[in-house]
């Protein structure tokens, strides 16, 4: 038996309420670009608008100009959707908060996770969304969950409780020093300015 390997997100589909709901949040709150639309072709009654959030993705969503937002929080038990994460720049993360505040959305204030900054705050629909920002950078052809896999291996060997910036840092110098050649032989720590 094999796997079936997949390679990504390819999209992820929303149920929306009514087509301009969905433009003002997703583009104009969010600034995805609006590119595509069509019916949905499994159901004439909506359309399936396509929203580019920037990495190459898309989220689309199936609205219905009969149906109308609803703010009550989505569900999130068993086989629901507890929360949709959007990457944002860390220069973008520290407008956040304030931008909400000007707009009257209520949101959960900055969040510490260690390895990446977070806010939430709730769609027009209850949906619950977080903008993330990670603290790192991955070395250059090195993915982000490679550094996520060796930052958990450094903390748990260090007995520690989560993730943080310094798992990050020697997980980055550890990845580094297997993706990179070298023509030293000894490529340990050193200090240059000892006497």
């Known amino acids: 038996m094999e796997k079936i390997q997949t390679q990504g997100v390819h999209h992820i589909t929303l149920v929306g309420a009514d087509r301009q709901t969905s433009i003002d949040f997703w583009e104009g709150l969010l600034g995805m670009p609006f590119v ?5 072709l499994d159901d004439e009654n909506q359309s399936h608008l396509y929203f580019d959030p920037g990495d190459g993705r898309l989220i689309t969503i199936f609205t219905n100009e009969d149906r109308k937002p609803d703010p009550e929080p989505a569900p999130q ?10 990457a944002v720049s860390q220069a973008t ?16 204030g900055p969040k510490d996770r260690g390895f990446m ?12 969304i977080e903008l993330a920002s990670y603290r790192f950078v991955p ?20 007995g520690d409780y989560n993730i943080q910036e310094v798992h990050l840092a020697d997980a980055i110098e550890q990845l580094t020093r297997e993706t990179r050649r070298s023509l030293s032989d000894d490529r340990s720590p050193k200090n240059p300015y000892k006497r």
Request: with cysteine; net charge negative; charged share 25%.
């Open 139 to 158: 070395p250059e052809g090195v993915a982000m969950g490679e550094v996520m896999l060796e930052a958990h291996k450094i903390r748990v060997a260090r």
């Open 93 to 108: 993360f520290r407008q956040i908060a304030e931008r909400l505040d000007a707009r009257g959305i209520s949101h959960s």
């Open 117 to 128: 900054d977070s806010i939430y705050f709730r769609d027009p629909l209850g949906l619950l």
């Open 36 to 40: 595509f639309e069509q019916p949905n």
């Open 77 to 86: 038990t068993i086989g629901c959707v507890h929360h949709l994460a959007l």
